[in-house]
């Protein structure tokens, strides 16, 4: 099936197109440069200013240098606080989602469509050094309700790497791996780690690029064992047209850009007595 995929890309696209289109279906991922810096600028701007105002301190002159270093102005025991703190006045900004699509813009319209479903709130996780309230056991997010057909776009704030950063499965493995899920199911997620972490792959996202990745495949975290604190965003897309699973749209998604001739589609009514 994959290869079939393959080559129906590599049919229209142009030759760049192709190769991320070969990557992502290759490795379930791709890491590309922001599509707007200067958005992106704005983006970890206003994440810092709601931080600095919830904390209560000065302004830094270095956005990245403040963020590496939270762990030095929060405990763990108050870090959600901040965290819930910053995701809310992050989402009550009216420019916040047309902001962030337009950083990942471009490879969506490749790898999804350009007629697109977005999640309605963009997650923030913040992840200190050494702290292990802040870990995503191994998973697949198809599991807890989302749908195949959608991808997340994650983006750091900062230098996101090694155990700061977040570890995923290739497809082969990720295959192989969950046809021996079973065998696990009494010995829980940690055991399970364990098994799969020789095959893990640890992304490097370092600031300014945008990491975009099918969650059906198994992914997650472990203790940040780096010095520097770990920021990152999240939000899942989708074609809107593709089959939704439990989070649906209108609920957990809302349609972003539907073209004209869609519109049409959905809104025609069949004259009255018509026989299909």
């Known amino acids: 099936?994959?290869?079939?995929?393959?080559?129906?890309?590599?049919?229209?696209?142009?030759?760049?197109?192709?190769?991320?289109?070969?990557?992502?279906?290759?490795?379930?991922?791709?890491?590309?440069?922001?599509?707007?810096?200067?958005?992106?600028?704005?983006i970890r701007a206003e994440i810092v200013r709601l931080a600095v105002g919830h904390i209560g301190c000065a302004e830094p002159e270095n956005h990245g240098e403040f963020l590496n270093t939270i762990h030095q102005h929060v405990t763990p025991e108050r870090l959600n606080d901040m965290r819930l703190a910053v995701f809310q006045g992050f989402n009550g900004n009216s420019w916040a989602r047309s902001a962030y699509y337009a950083?990942?813009?471009?490879?969506?319209?490749?790898?999804?469509?350009?007629?697109?479903?977005?999640?309605?709130?963009?997650?923030?996780?913040?992840?200190?050094?050494?702290?292990?309230?802040?870990?995503?056991?191994?998973?697949?997010?198809?599991?807890?309700?989302?749908?195949?057909?959608?991808?997340?776009?994650?983006?750091?704030?900062?230098?996101?790497?090694?155990t700061k950063s977040m570890f995923i499965l290739n497809p082969e493995k990720d295959r192989e791996h969950r046809a021996a899920m079973h065998k696990f199911e009494a010995k829980g997620a940690d055991n399970f780690f364990e098994k799969i972490k020789p095959d893990v792959v640890w992304l490097d996202v370092p600031f300014g690029s945008v990491l975009v990745f099918t969650h059906t495949l198994m992914h997650g975290n472990i203790v940040n064992n780096e010095m520097e604190s770990r920021w990152s965003m999240n939000c899942r897309f989708k074609s809107?047209?593709?089959?939704?699973?439990?989070?649906?749209?209108?609920?957990f998604f809302e349609p972003i850009n539907i073209r004209p001739a869609t519109l049409f589609g959905m809104n025609y009514d069949w004259p009255e007595g018509f026989s299909e």
């Open 240 to 251: 809107v047209l593709s089959p939704y699973s439990s989070k649906r749209l209108g609920e």
């Open 1 to 42: 099936m994959t290869s079939s995929i393959g080559n129906y890309c590599a049919s229209f696209f142009t030759e760049e197109e192709q190769e991320l289109a070969k990557c992502f279906l290759r490795d379930g991922y791709a890491i590309v440069p922001t599509a707007d810096s200067e958005l992106l600028d704005a």
């Open 103 to 162: 950083v990942a813009r471009n490879t969506l319209d490749v790898l999804v469509g350009n007629e697109l479903a977005m999640q309605k709130n963009i997650n923030l996780s913040i992840q200190l050094p050494d702290d292990r309230s802040s870990l995503l056991p191994v998973h697949s997010d198809v599991w807890s309700g989302d749908s195949p057909f959608e991808v997340v776009v994650w983006l750091p704030l900062v230098d996101c790497y090694k």
